[in-house]
Nanobody
Framework: VQLVESGGGLVQAGESLRLSCAAS????????MAWFRQGPGRERELVAS????????YYTDSVKGRFTISRDNYKNEFYLQMDELKPEDTAVHYC????????????WGKGTQVTVSS
């Protein structure tokens, strides 16, 4: 499985961005899809995840009510809609996929930079 992110950029606080992740290859192997991020001087953290079949979602507390994860199984894509962005959301955002939600998921994109200025 190959994953390619798009949609990062530089925005001001309060604005929105939508990240996309396109999957190719053995996409039937994917059970869960997720977005992680790693900010400057910080460890990589799970931001949100979604079940490929049921659509069940999870969000870390700091993004609840602001971010929305979704998927389009026909297109083999999943997304992270980020609203009300804050400077602390500045990070490299990675999409990931695999058989379980964990820090070492099987498949990873290369990452896309999100920078939020105050």
């Amino acid at each position: 499985v190959q994953l390619v992110e798009s949609g990062g950029g530089l925005v001001q606080a309060g604005e929105s961005l939508r990240l996309s992740c396109a999957a190719s290859g053995r996409t039937d192997d994917i059970v869960y899809m997720a977005w992680f991020r790693q900010g400057p001087g910080r460890e990589r953290e799970l931001v949100a995840s979604i079940s490929r079949i049921s659509g069940t979602t999870y969000y870390t507390d700091s993004v609840k009510g602001r971010f929305t994860i979704s998927r389009d199984n026909y297109k083999n894509e999943f997304y992270l809609q980020m609203d009300e962005l804050k400077p602390e959301d500045t990070a490299v955002h990675y999409c990931a996929a695999g058989s379980a939600i964990r820090s070492d998921m099987e498949y990873w994109g290369k990452g896309t930079q999100v920078t939020v200025s105050s």
